[in-house]
């Protein structure tokens, strides 16, 4: 095997490799993890952030980034429980939670499109406000005894919880637009090099618009089975999701910079994330400590990201003055 091919397999397979490790080191550690009743937990567990996630490596993979999912989450969530209790309409409940989540995103996307405003403080402005309007419509309190409406984050078919089903489909939404669809090709070629992308005749503006909408879509949707999942209609909830979705994205490979990610890497990375969630809880870890933990994981990430990224710049580089050292060696 060549040293190019080797290269190659382990940029693209590097993270399954780690997760397969971390498989084995946490059976290890706990017989009990690798029980059925565990791992159903852990997918059901991490079910809602795993959505986030799969929002966010689109945004990632086109340059941008939502701060804002946590509070948008929980503003569809709390509307759409709101539907339910006055209507008893389980479908009108969950496409006002997704309507919400779209409204707010698209609103993101206008921000960053029309306005130039960079997606990092449009989407910090809409976390504030998109908790704001939450804690305002409940008035600061939760909504209790929401009835069938837990369906969407505690039922489930066969033996399979609705929360996973749903990200199961979301995940392979997530894999065929990347991979499958123009939209996903032009992502990565305005997250790769924005300015050439628009001299190659692509719309950037509607390329990020694009993306904020369909990242609405599983927000809207991600707040749905949180409440569900919670059995309230509660205004404070979905807090640091945000920052557990980028983590999961970029563990899975997403690049920060733009341009590269796929969504099983952030599967695996969100799945990264959740045992190691759930060994720190099963071996007694301190709460504070843990988050001390997935702080350093990633700023690992990142820096391991940004290191990979100059080598990548000094590879291409080295391999466009290789032509013309060969051709200066002959005169």
Not at 2 to 22: D, F, G, N, P
Not at 52 to 66: K, M, N, S, V, Y
Not at 191 to 215: F, M, P, Q, W
Request: include cysteine.
């Amino acid at each position: 095997m060549t040293r190019e091919k080797w290269q190659t397999i382990k940029s693209r397979y590097s993270i399954y490799l780690v997760l397969i490790a971390m498989i084995i080191v946490c059976n290890l550690l706990s017989p009990n993890f690798l029980s059925a009743r565990n791992l159903s937990n852990i997918s059901t567990q991490i079910s809602v952030t795993t959505i986030l996630a799969f929002g966010e490596t689109i945004l990632i993979i086109g340059g941008l980034l939502d701060l804002s999912c946590g509070s948008v989450l929980a503003l569809a969530g709390v509307l759409s429980v709101y539907v339910f209790k006055e209507t008893g309409s389980l479908s009108l409940a969950f496409a006002v939670g997704l309507i919400v989540g779209v409204l707010c995103n698209f609103v993101n996307g206008i921000l960053v499109r029309r306005f130039n405003i960079p997606a990092f403080i449009a989407t910090l402005a809409m976390m504030t406000v998109a908790r704001g309007i939450a804690l305002l419509f409940t008035k600061g309190q939760n909504i209790y005894q929401i009835g069938d409406y837990v369906w969407f984050g505690q039922g489930s078919i066969g033996f399979v919880p609705i929360p996973v089903i749903f990200m199961i489909i979301i995940g392979i939404l997530t894999w065929y637009i990347l991979g499958h669809t123009s939209f996903g090709r032009s992502l990565y070629a305005v997250g790769g090099n924005e300015e050439a992308a628009r001299a190659s005749g692509i719309n950037v503006g509607r390329i990020k618009v694009g993306a904020y909408l369909i990242n609405g879509v599983f927000v809207g949707l991600a707040g749905i089975i949180l409440m569900a999942r919670t059995n309230v209609g509660a205004p404070n909830s979905g807090q640091g999701y945000e920052f557990e979705a980028l983590t999961a994205a970029i563990i899975g490979g997403t690049s920060f910079s733009g341009g590269l990610g796929t969504a099983g890497g952030t599967l695996a990375g969100a799945f990264i994330v959740g045992f190691l969630n759930n060994i720190m809880n099963l071996a007694g870890v301190d709460s504070y400590l843990q988050q001390v933990i997935k702080g350093a994981i990633i700023a690992l990430a990142v820096g391991y990201d940004m290191w990979a990224k100059v080598n990548r710049t000094r590879k291409t580089l080295g391999a466009a003055k290789l032509p013309n050292e060969r051709k200066e060696a002959k005169a």
